[in-house]
């Protein structure tokens, strides 16, 4: 089992830049992919920057340029670093983790709150 919690959203006059963590914990050797998603207001949940074990990184456009993922080397965490915030990356941010050995299981955080005033 893996715990994961996330940290660092906030309120952010767009333009301006967030980091958000994610820790991990718990049989943390297990961990493969980690990921960020994101769920605007009435909208579905998304992908939008993800990680491999081998450090790979992919990105949704949008977020392309602006949005960078990280993850510690001993995957107790992962970051996302966020700049020139929109109005419309508003929402709540998910950290997601899929084990290396059966990439069917999958682990979520609680989300944090990101809210970027125009």
């Known amino acids: 089992q893996v715990q994961l919690v996330e940290s660092g959203g906030g309120l952010v006059q767009a333009g301006g830049s967030l980091r958000l963590s994610c820790a991990a914990s718990g049989s943390i050797s297990s961990i493969g992919p980690m990921a960020w998603y994101h769920q605007a207001p009435g909208k579905q949940r998304e992908l939008v920057a993800g990680i491999t074990s081998k450090g790979d990184t992919h990105y949704i456009d949008r977020v392309k340029g602006r949005f960078t993922i990280s993850r510690d080397s001993d995957k107790s965490a992962t970051y996302l670093q966020m700049n020139d915030l929109k109005p419309e990356d508003t929402g709540i941010y998910y950290c997601?983790?899929?084990?290396?050995?059966?990439?069917?299981?999958?682990?979520w955080g609680q989300g944090t709150q990101v809210t970027v005033s125009p």
């Open positions: 997601n983790v899929h084990e290396y050995r059966d990439l069917s299981i999958v682990y």
